[in-house]
C-alpha cells in the first residue's frame, strides 16, 4: 500500500529561510512600517533582501500565517461561557471613495472578524454577521450601537433578544480601530477593496498573536 504523499512546503521554492520569511512577514504586518523600513531593520541585522521581496512575501505568506492563528484560536474561543461580541463599522477611503471596515471584537479585545463592503446597510450586516457566526460560533450577547442595520440584521437571524445598545459600551471595539488606523497610515491607505480585504483580516489574526494586553483578560481564562 502506498504511503500517503506529505503537502509540498509552500516555503520551496524561496531560498531563504521559513523563519526569515515569518518574521519579515510579522514586522511588516504588525507594525506600522513601509518595506523599506523593514529592509533596513534586516540589513542592520544581517539579512539583505529588497523591500520589493517584503511585499511579495506578506502577500503570498500574510495570509498563510494568519490561518494558523486562526486556527488554534477558535478551536479554544468556542468554549469560552459569557462570551460577548461588540460590533461596529467604520469608514476606510478607497480611491477617493469611501467604503465600510465592519469588525466584531469579543470582551476580552480579540478581534474576530473583518468584513469589508461598500454600502452599511442591513444587507451589508446580515452578511457580516452570518460570517462572524458561521466562523466562531453563537455568543451570549452582542453589543452594537444605534444604527437601524444592526436592529434588523438580528431579527432575521434570531437574536435579536441578544443584542444589547449603549452609549457608551462599545467603546472596545471603537478602540481597537486604532491599531489598524496607524498602519493604514503608513500604508498610504488602500486602492483596491481585495487588498483591503486581505490585509484587514491578516492585519486582524496577527494583532490578536501578539496582544498580550493582560488587564483586558479576565482570571478564567487566563487560567
Same mark, same amino acid.
Given at each position: #500500500?502506498?504511503?500517503?504523499?506529505? +503537502?509540498? %512546503?509552500?516555503? $520551496?521554492?524561496?531560498?531563504?529561510?521559513?523563519?526569515?520569511?515569518?518574521?519579515? @512577514?510579522? #514586522?511588516?504586518?504588525?507594525?506600522? !512600517?513601509?518595506?523599506?523600513?523593514?529592509?533596513?531593520?534586516?540589513? *542592520?541585522?544581517?539579512?539583505?533582501?529588497? /523591500?520589493?521581496?517584503?511585499?511579495?512575501?506578506?502577500?503570498?505568506?500574510?495570509?498563510?500565517?494568519?490561518?494558523?492563528? &486562526? &486556527?488554534?484560536? @477558535?478551536?479554544? #474561543?468556542?468554549?469560552?461561557?459569557?462570551?460577548?461580541? /461588540?460590533?461596529?463599522?467604520?469608514?476606510?477611503?478607497?480611491?477617493?471613495?469611501?467604503?465600510?471596515?465592519?469588525?466584531? @471584537?469579543?470582551? *476580552?479585545?480579540?478581534? !474576530?472578524?473583518?468584513?469589508?463592503?461598500?454600502? $452599511?446597510?442591513?444587507?451589508?450586516?446580515?452578511?457580516? #454577521?452570518?460570517?462572524?457566526?458561521?466562523?466562531?460560533?453563537? +455568543? *451570549?450577547?452582542?453589543?452594537?450601537?444605534? !444604527?437601524? %442595520?444592526?436592529?434588523?440584521?438580528?431579527?432575521?437571524?434570531?437574536?435579536? *433578544?441578544?443584542?444589547?445598545?449603549?452609549?457608551?459600551?462599545?467603546?472596545?471595539?471603537?478602540?481597537? /480601530?486604532?491599531?489598524?488606523?496607524?498602519?493604514? &497610515?503608513?500604508?498610504? $491607505?488602500?486602492?483596491?477593496?481585495?487588498?483591503?480585504?486581505?490585509?484587514?483580516?491578516? /492585519?486582524?489574526?496577527?494583532?490578536?498573536?501578539?496582544?498580550?494586553? $493582560?488587564?483586558?483578560?479576565?482570571?478564567?481564562?487566563?487560567?
Amino acid at each position: #500500500m502506498p504511503r500517503p504523499r506529505k +503537502p509540498a %512546503s509552500p516555503f $520551496r521554492y524561496f531560498n531563504s529561510s521559513p523563519e526569515v520569511i515569518r518574521l519579515v @512577514v510579522l #514586522m511588516y504586518v504588525r507594525f506600522p !512600517l513601509s518595506p523599506r523600513n523593514v529592509e533596513d531593520l534586516l540589513f *542592520e541585522r544581517g539579512i539583505d533582501i529588497c /523591500h520589493e521581496i517584503v511585499r511579495l512575501w506578506w502577500n503570498r505568506f500574510g495570509p498563510l500565517f494568519a490561518g494558523e492563528v &486562526r &486556527r488554534q484560536r @477558535v478551536s479554544h #474561543m468556542r468554549g469560552l461561557r459569557n462570551w460577548r461580541w /461588540h460590533l461596529d463599522e467604520m469608514y476606510v477611503k478607497l480611491n477617493g471613495k469611501m467604503v465600510y471596515l465592519w469588525r466584531a @471584537v469579543d470582551h *476580552e479585545g480579540e478581534i !474576530l472578524e473583518s468584513y469589508v463592503t461598500q454600502t $452599511r446597510d442591513k444587507k451589508a450586516a446580515l452578511a457580516f #454577521m452570518k460570517r462572524a457566526l458561521k466562523h466562531h460560533g453563537a +455568543p *451570549e450577547a452582542i453589543t452594537t450601537n444605534g !444604527l437601524r %442595520s444592526y436592529g434588523a440584521a438580528p431579527s432575521e437571524l434570531g437574536a435579536r *433578544e441578544k443584542q444589547e445598545v449603549g452609549r457608551c459600551a462599545n467603546n472596545r471595539v471603537e478602540n481597537s /480601530h486604532l491599531p489598524f488606523r496607524r498602519r493604514e &497610515r503608513a500604508m498610504l $491607505r488602500f486602492r483596491q477593496m481585495r487588498t483591503l480585504q486581505k490585509f484587514a483580516s491578516v /492585519h486582524a489574526n496577527v494583532h490578536n498573536h501578539f496582544n498580550h494586553e $493582560r488587564h483586558l483578560v479576565d482570571r478564567q481564562t487566563y487560567k
